[in-house]
């Protein structure tokens, strides 16, 4: 019963971790760029959650609301002004921007007074509230990431599989040339595309809020999220989900069965191992040029 416990601590976190690295593959796959800033973006979309839900009083699903419409405005807003004029420069110099903005976010989060150096609790009403099934307590925090990563998974299948925009993604990540020339809007794909990537982790911020607190550093989070993004493969929307709950379930059995200390190290252990074994992750694609 213990352990199936752990395993379900582990999946809880890990749909955590797999949906920053949603993130990651979004992005990576519409503009070949890592954007290390994603932990930071599910912190800015927790904090505004959290102003909705605690500060204004909202309910919980206007709260929620708040923080994915504001937070994909910013994803948008932030490509068209500070990544857009930089396209086509080296690789390098756009991972360091994403690094950058990483660090004024935390820094303006830092400057607000009696916010930015506090910790706080996001009180959602199931926040305390577990449920016992064949003597294993489980915690309704869990079940509903675990729940809302699987309806987000689906809602995300059916935009890129049934519709219009997310068919045009899907072109535009295979080759964006190619869908150029066929009249799909690559530029404002790429927008749209960061739009989403910042609603999602908005999205994660608040359903890791409930579990732990919502502090200025809870985006070093994404530190773990990318390992699971290098796990799944990192081109492959399912494998950043996978991916997560591998690095979850390596974490949390680590915690329990090894010595302390072990539990940070997992993570890129899984890295290492993964990288020797399947240097393209689970679901990545092997690219093969010609020389």
Request: aromatic fraction near 10%; charge should be positive; proline fraction near 4%.
């Amino acid at each position: 019963m213990q352990l199936l416990q752990i395993l379900l601590s582990g999946i809880a976190q890990g749909c955590i971790y797999g949906l920053i690295a949603l993130g990651f593959v979004l992005i990576y796959k519409a503009t070949e760029t890592v954007n290390f800033a994603q932990g930071e973006l599910m912190m800015l979309g927790a904090f505004i959650g959290l102003l909705g839900f605690a500060g204004w009083g909202w309910p919980l699903a206007a709260a929620v609301l708040l923080a994915v419409v504001v937070m994909a405005l910013a994803g948008v807003a932030v490509e068209r002004a500070v990544l857009r004029p930089i396209l086509g420069q080296p690789a390098f110099a756009i991972v360091m921007v994403t690094i950058g903005l990483g660090f004024v976010a935390r820094g303006a989060v830092t400057m607000v007074p009696n916010v930015g150096t506090e910790t706080f609790a996001l009180e959602v009403p199931y926040r305390f509230s577990t449920v016992t099934a064949g003597g294993v307590v489980i915690g309704v925090a869990q079940i509903v990431v675990i729940a809302v990563t699987a309806l987000l998974c689906a809602v995300l299948y059916a935009l890129f599989r049934y519709t219009r925009i997310g068919i045009a993604m899907q072109a535009s990540s295979q080759n964006q040339l190619a869908a150029y020339y066929m009249g799909i809007p690559v530029k404002r794909l790429n927008g749209i595309v960061w739009g989403l990537s910042a609603a999602v982790a908005a999205i994660a911020g608040l359903l890791l809020a409930p579990i732990t607190f919502v502090h200025v550093n809870m985006g070093f989070i994404g530190l773990k999220a990318f390992p699971a993004a290098v796990v799944g493969g990192f081109g492959s929307l399912p494998g950043a989900i996978v991916g997560g709950l591998v690095i979850g379930l390596a974490e949390s059995l680590a915690g329990f069965y090894l010595p302390e200390g072990f539990k940070d190290v997992a993570p890129y252990v899984v890295v290492l191992v993964m990288l020797w074994l399947k240097p393209n992750g689970l679901f990545g694609e092997t690219a093969r040029k010609k020389v």
